[in-house]
DNA sequence: GTGAAAGCGCTAACAT
DNA sequence: ATGTTAGCGCTTTCAC
């Protein structure tokens, strides 16, 4: 048994799919008599308006994209949980595409969804700092600008469209200066995030924290790491060289393992080692010790993109000029660092 | 800027729209000349084809709809990334929503799914079972077997549709075996599944497993918790009313939470207490100590229905009788319980 | 080599 | 009160 549809009826009842269809409309041109049979018939049929058919007369899907780098990754979940809320609060729904960090992947998908499927794009983009220039080509070069795009997390001026960033650079500097103020002296940065901007960032407001108490800079203490690589390895070695008292790590996951490299290694957390990590996900509260970390408001990005896209799809005629939020971070003191 | 269409640029050559759709599409009907003249600017304007169009044209969307009832959990995470995969591979897009543990969102969400958006439907129903038979009415009611459905996790006979579940007898009967293997007298099992299937079975596993032994079986040793409800308190009860020596915990969240209790109070974890989880996700393995837990192989599940749903829309023709399979759970024996 | 016409399922303006 | 027509963007068959 297939889709029924308004021409079945009308030829099941012999009149025209006009009627039908005002006749489901319930519209006053229509006898009641022949709305009533007409109205039972579809009921008991399970007739559904095909969406396909109006979205295509309506040149709108209600619809909206969103392309994450990785689910797994209670920042994004967070996100998309915000958008989802959002988007279902103003009668539109998501269909959402993980690029799982690939470029490529992130490209046909774009290309996927940028074919009259959905009213509007919500990308969180993976490109790396060498990446940007061509990749934001590429961007534009798919989408021309026919459809509205928002772009969080990791932004670049090369797009024109709005943006939903986190001040990464306030972040570094909050996460630093609180180590710094709680002791310590030598503190070392961890990022999974290799030639990101935001990593970049983080890392530049830590300078300033470092700079502002007389610190001094030490790029060996940085250490960038791969998919690939040993953290406990390249941890290890750090610690050995050097009497570390701080780690940032930029991101949840990391954090916990550098805590537990740390811990495994005979180092108290906090007080030989104190810790900070980024995102506020469910590992970092249940952790021992629960872990101190700079949140960034996962929901509340997404619901402002959603916000951001879905009034630009709405306001198509009356273009506004492209914005950028800035969501502030906040700074979570738990267990893994020294009280203040 | 709007989106550029065949009629158009047949507008813009002087031609007819079917002159430009075989040129788009390189016949060999259509002059060279002519060919390159209408690729060259259709690329240069950026030519989608209109998705919407061809997917009424071809009356399918190459989509699917998953209804999940939380992202915010790992399992169904995990879930989601198999159906992605899958899908993906196979050239399918997926559409998700989350019902949020609300009837009446699942409810609002297959509506809205079942309406020619997609051409299938997976779905792990958040209905308890007292709920079951109505809801089912329902769900037969809304989809009047007009679409493909995979239910997976919560399931129930009422519906007849292929479905993957969790052998959760077995699930229960293993966890609540090792525990009773390495020691354990009283074991109480902490439930936030009121009122479910899964969560009974996993019972009756666990009372198999006591039975095997000559033990007891005492069902103020069962807590069943509500979202509401104060955990800590309610556990500290059984706690301190009876000699627990191991906690059978059904999903992972409430096994850290629970974890987290007993240590609070001074317990050991294995030595006094010794506790198993369900779910493998991030937190069971970064917890101290870390726990053992029993997986449900969620991507596989995920994998599993998405093939199952893509092969029956794929020959809906030739129907095959519906499947109901099985995946068998392991136990992942970290450092919350004690040795064999 | 190019175009006209029909149709996917639906709605809406315009007849009758 | 009911029907006819046109059109959303596209493909495909059949004419010319």
Do not use: W
């Amino acid at each position: 048994m297939s889709k029924l549809t308004l021409k079945e009826m009308a030829a099941h009842f012999k009149v025209s799919v006009s009627t039908v269809s005002k006749a489901i409309h319930d519209s006053y041109e229509i006898s009641e008599e022949l709305k009533a049979k007409i109205q039972k018939f579809a009921k008991e049929n399970h007739y559904r308006p095909n969406k396909v058919a109006l979205n295509l007369l309506n040149r709108s899907t209600k619809s909206i994209g969103v392309v994450i780098p990785n689910i797994l990754n209670y920042f994004f979940v967070q996100v998309l949980f915000g958008i989802e809320k959002v988007a279902n609060d103003r009668g539109y729904s998501i269909i959402s595409c993980i690029s799982n960090h690939s470029l490529e992947k992130e490209v046909i998908t774009l290309e996927l969804l940028n074919s009259g499927s959905v009213d509007g794009l919500i990308l969180s983009s993976v490109f790396t700092e060498s990446q940007i220039e061509k990749h934001a080509e590429h961007i534009k070069e798919l989408l021309g600008e026919q459809i509205p795009l928002v772009l969080f997390d990791r932004v670049t001026e090369l797009i024109d469209c709005d943006k939903v960033i986190v001040d990464d650079f306030e972040a570094g500097y909050k996460a630093a200066k609180y180590l710094v103020d709680t002791g310590c002296k030598t503190i070392a940065v961890v990022t999974p995030m290799k030639n990101t901007q935001i990593g970049r960032l983080r890392i530049e407001g830590y300078k300033k924290a470092l700079k502002e108490r007389d610190l001094p800079f030490d790029d060996t203490l940085i250490l960038s790491i791969g998919k690939k690589d040993d953290l406990e390895f390249l941890l290890s070695f750090i610690l050995n060289s050097k009497k570390i008292d701080g780690i940032m790590a930029l991101d949840e996951i990391t954090a916990v393992k550098v805590m537990s490299i740390a811990k495994s290694r005979g180092y108290h957390v906090p007080n030989d080692i104190a810790i900070i990590g980024f995102t506020n996900g469910q590992l970092s509260k249940y952790v021992t010790p629960a872990l101190t970390i700079v949140s960034q408001h996962g929901a509340y990005i997404g619901e402002t993109c959603a916000n951001l896209l879905i009034d630009r799809i709405e306001n198509k005629n009356a273009p506004k000029p492209f914005e950028t939020k800035v969501v502030k971070t906040s700074l979570i003191v738990r267990d893994s660092t020294k009280k203040q």
